[in-house]
């Protein structure tokens, strides 16, 4: 035990006394929270947009009023003819034109009905379908009014939409557990593939291997700090997520920790599987990123609904243990969810944990690898 | 017992074979060097008596423990210091002491009076990061490293290549010290002049061993009266020997050029031959034969067998 732990103390030193490991273990979630939750937004906040008023009347004032009224959109800039939007979108400074028709009050009030056009940015397709459907939706709304103070006629059908677990659809919650499962398996596969393979690389296995030491203490001894270093990583991420976010766990916090550390003792256990398949520092970076990043990003559902995906997607998506998490994680924080409800999840990721440590166990070896020369 | 008994050991990679059919023995508390170029399979050889590599062939016991079978109980008692500098250069002199000593179940305290002759050396530079410390005090931290343990048999590779000349005789001087304190040591070198501070040695070269005795003993079995020759115009000199049939095998060392003769020529008929080729005034002088020129001699021999 005192080998083991001196193995440890010798590890803490190296992670404490390495800068670009340290920026690497908490630099890269700090920014990556920041980034994801700042920069890359799918919900809309205060896009521009022009309006070609060609009425100029009550009907087209309010609407245009009541658009601007929204926290989803300004009004960028007022064009008089319809030569003008073709040099408005190229100059890229609005998402959508909307064009009111002549005379647009009175034809509402003599046909009962109007047409508003809207022109989105269509080199943007995920924004230009969120721009046309609030602006629908604006629209419609306006026009409903419109209905029951004009004829108060028949009560037309009003859908009421409400965004259960996240009513103002806010990108956070999409992506704070979605960052949390590329961190940890970033973090714990890359940083324990490098740490093993360096000790290869520098020759100081050889003299571990020629030690007492059983091959268990020298693993288990290189992947304990990254294990509790990855622990405040969460910590820190979670706290991030709550006091800059307002994303707060809804879910019981002891069961989050502990399907993190499920998870991060699953990502250790490929970072080890990484390392006792190369002895080059650079080779494992390059798998590490490669097998991992890649995956995680596109098919774990982090970002990319997996139901829309092509089925076979559908399949490979299985055996990337990141899908199991996001759906863990998403579960706990969002929908306060008990481990009733996750259990299969955490099974499978349990299994994937067991089968992994397995392997690298028995592929990790009390000797030198044969070197051809 | 014998601290190392190696029968027909033999190694392949792939196609390689780097270690063929070798077979030595050390006894207790030997000094036993092993010299030849690079490629000569000293390391590899090494690597197995360390227990990190299984052989292909043959079998190794150190103390009548094998190197395959019972290498755990092996493990406690070897040091072993590999050929390129493998401690951790982003710890302290103190900490790399404190590391190994713990993880070969010792303290630094315990065993302090076998390193203290090398350690009080570089003790004052304790706090310094390993990787600050020159060539010659790194192999003295990494030589403390791997007897922190009080090992029975030190395996060293190489300790002194890429160290300055002074650091080098240093380090020699500990092992003799090492040697009283009756630890068994086996060292690979490519410098003859340490060769000879070993009590025997075994030349190797390309996997195989060439011979083993004591520095002395080599020598007198060289068996052929070696003549250094010498001109002003070494380069022209070392043509000519080459270029003529009453000299063989001329190698240069250093201001001379060594060789020895052809059965029936004598050193006047170097002579003149040398200057018939225009070299007037050429000294040739018997010498003692020394381990290089032994050595060069078996590489030589062995070459002109396979031809």
Known sequence: M?????????????????????IILFGIPAAQILIFGYAVRTDLKDAGIAVLDNAGDGVSKELTQKIE???????????????????????????????????????????????????????????????????????????????????????????????????????????????????????????????????????????????????????????????????????????????????????????????????ILLGLAIGILVSASTSKMENAIFISFLALMLPTLLLSGFIFPI??????????????????????????????????????????????????????????????????? | MNAVDATSITQRFGKITAVDDVSFTVREGELFGFIGPDGAGKTTLFRIAATLIIPTGGRMNLFGLNVVSDFRELRNHIGYMPGRFSLYTDLTVEENLQFYATIFGTTIHENYYLIEPIYKQIEPFRKRLAGRLSGGMK??????CALIHKPRILILDEPTTGVDAVSRTEFWEMLEGLKREGITIIVSTPYMDEALRCDRIALMQQGKLMGIDTPAAIRSSYGKRI???????????????????????????????HITLREGASVEDVKKSLERAGLEGAEATEITPGIEDVFLGLMNRSESLKV
């Open chain 2, 139 to 144: 192999q003295k931290l990494a030589l403390s």
């Open chain 1, 2 to 22: 005192k080998r083991f732990m001196a193995f440890v103390r010798k590890e803490f030193l190296h992670i404490f006394r390495d800068f670009r490991t340290l």
């Open chain 1, 69 to 263: 009224a929204s926290e989803f959109f300004y009004v960028k800039k007022h064009l008089n003819s319809y030569e003008e939007i073709d040099e408005a979108f190229r100059q890229g400074e609005i998402k959508a034109v909307i064009i009111f028709p002549g005379q647009i009050a009175a034809s509402v009030a003599r046909e009962g009905s109007a047409t508003v056009s809207i022109i989105a940015d269509g080199s943007e397709p995920n924004t230009a379908s969120l721009v046309t459907g609030y602006i629908t939706g604006i629209v419609s709304d306006y026009s409903s009014s419109l209905t029951s103070a004009v004829t108060s006629s028949l009560p037309l059908i009003v859908p009421e939409v409400r965004m259960y677990f996240n009513p103002g659809l806010e990108s956070h919650f999409m992506f704070i557990p979605g960052v949390i499962t590329l961190i940890l398996i970033l973090i714990c596969a890359l940083m324990t593939s490098v740490t093993i393979v360096r000790e290869k690389e520098y020759g100081t296995m050889e003299v571990l291997l020629v030690s007492p030491l059983k091959p268990w203490q020298i693993i288990v001894g290189k992947v304990t700090p990254y294990f509790f270093l990855s622990l405040v990583n969460v910590i820190v991420i979670l706290l991030m997520a709550w006091f800059v976010f307002g994303l707060p766990v809804r879910g019981s916090i002891p069961l989050l920790i502990a399907e993190c550390m499920l998870y």
């Open chain 2, 227 to 257: 003549y250094a020759v010498s001109h002003r115009d070494r380069y022209r000199l070392l043509l000519a020997l080459r270029a003529m049939t009453e000299a063989v095998g001329p190698e240069p060392f250093g201001e001379a050029v």
């Open chain 1, 307 to 373: 139901e829309n995906m092509p089925v076979i997607y559908d399949y490979v998506s299985m055996i990337l243990p990141p899908r199991w998490f996001v759906e863990i994680i998403r579960a706990i924080m969002i929908k306060g969810a008990g481990f009733a409800y996750i259990w299969k999840e955490t099974a499978i990721l349990a299994g994937m944990t067991l089968l992994l440590m397995v392997i690298s166990s028995r592929r990790f070896k009390t000797r030198l690898e044969e070197e051809g020369k």
